[in-house]
Every structure is written in C-alpha cells, then in structure tokens.
Nanobody, 125 residues
Framework: QVQLVESGGGLVQAGGPLRLSCAASGRTFNSYNMGWFRQAPGKEREFVAAISSSGGTTYFPDSVKGRFTISRDNAKNSVYLQMNSLKPEDTAVYYC??????????????????WGQGTQVTVSS
C-alpha cells in the first residue's frame, strides 16, 4: 500500500515555472514507477510524465516535452515535476500516481495502482 500526497500547486503567470512534489508513504517507494497526470474540467485525465523506479528512464508526451521534467529522490520517498514555460492550457488538477509494474513505463491511467488527491495548478494569461 502506498499513500501519495501532492503539494506545490498554485497560481502562476504564463511563462513562469512551478514545481510540484509528491510525497509517498511506505518503505517500498523505489519499487514503483511513478507518473504525473492532469485533469482539466470537462476533460479526461491526461498523462504528463513518468519515471522508472530507479529514476533512470523518463517519458513525456509531446505536449510538455522540453518544458517539464520529472525526477525522484528514493531516499526521500518523493517524486517531483518541474514545470517551466507554463501555458494557460496547462491549467488542471495534477495527480501523482504509482505503478507497481516496473517492467515498462506507462502513460495509461488504468495501469497505475495508487493515486494522490491532486493539487490545482492555474496558469493565468
């Protein structure tokens, strides 16, 4: 069982940066691939970034590639999402998630076993 708590959301102007954090409970954090997703009102949950259990592999969709980075600190049971050059269309609730199937990184929400409660990110134009 893993419990996830996101933090770092807020209001930011377009073009600015924001860093999200996700703290995980439990002693097996380094056994999970981790992902970030977002969901805007009226839209489906969208994949944003993922990182392998060791941190050696990352994966991004084209919509955020070059602007967002994902990292993790297994000693601190934490995963981070650094967002730069934010756009109004990045406005959404951002969720971190844990996937115990570490043989591959997934962009599919249904693959993830545990989810945080989400943190709101609002980008003003």
């Amino acid at each position: 069982q893993v419990q996830l708590v996101e933090s770092g959301g807020g209001l930011v102007q377009a073009g600015g940066p924001l860093r999200l954090s996700c703290a995980a409970s439990g002693r097996t954090f380094n056994s999970y691939n981790m992902g970030w997703f977002r969901q805007a009102p009226g839209k489906e949950r969208e994949f944003v970034a993922a990182i392998s259990s060791s941190g050696g592999t990352t994966y991004f969709p084209d919509s955020v590639k070059g602007r967002f980075t994902i990292s993790r600190d297994n000693a601190k049971n934490s995963v981070y999402l650094q967002m730069n050059s934010l756009k109004p269309e990045d406005t959404a609730v951002y969720y971190c998630a844990a996937d115990r199937r570490t043989y591959s990184i997934s962009k599919i929400p249904g693959r993830y076993d545990y989810w945080g409660q989400g943190t709101q990110v609002t980008v003003s134009s």
